[in-house]
């Protein structure tokens, strides 16, 4: 990874990675600058984790499933996930991915940057996403009210070394 201008290569399994607790763990390959036009992140979740919480935003996403199962709740309906599943997200659609197998799931996720003022973000309602304890109680635009909850009980996300069983091929 880089905080530098240009082009640079780095395998996963060497790239920074993220533990967030309930909702699972993640590679950024970013280093201490973000990329400046989009997000991109592998994420690890364990049964019944969630990829945040129920969520609209201002700007396009995108989710590839590479291992595991997952529920997909969008714009309130449940659909199954699974491996190479591939989930185009326009901006304003309300959603949330939720790991469902006894493994852990693997999910690429990509998401476009600049989404203006306060992030574009709102944490919506829904009782489907409530289901697996991915909604809020009251919609916010606000992600420390939305992900409270979530963390009430946990050490704050922190940086951590990739553990080795993440990814499904280790180097």
């Not at 185009?88 to 996720?109: D, F, K, M, R």
């Not at 009210?145 to 946990?154: F, I, Q, R, S, W």
Request: hydrophobic content about 35%.
């Amino acid at each position: 990874m880089t905080d530098g201008e240009g082009w640079f290569v780095v395998n996963a399994c060497e790239s920074r990675w993220r533990d967030d607790g309930t909702l699972g763990s993640y590679c950024t390959f970013e280093g201490k600058r973000r990329f400046p036009h989009f997000g991109i992140n592998i994420n690890v979740l364990g049964p019944g984790e969630a990829l945040g919480m129920y969520h609209r935003e201002n700007a396009q996403e995108a989710f590839l499933v590479l291992a595991g199962e997952c529920t997909l709740i969008v714009e309130g309906k449940r659909r199954p996930l699974a491996t190479w599943d591939f989930f185009y997200c326009a901006p304003g659609t309300e959603h949330v991915i939720v790991a469902t197998s006894e493994q852990n799931a693997i999910v690429l996720a990509v998401g476009a940057r600049g989404r203006g003022v306060g992030g574009g973000v709102v944490y919506r309602v829904s009782k489907e996403a409530a289901r697996h304890g991915a909604s809020v109680e009251r919609e916010t635009t606000s992600s420390a009210e939305a992900y409270a909850e979530a963390h009430a009980d946990l050490p704050r996300s922190r940086w951590v070394p990739y553990r080795e069983g993440w990814l499904p091929s280790d180097r």
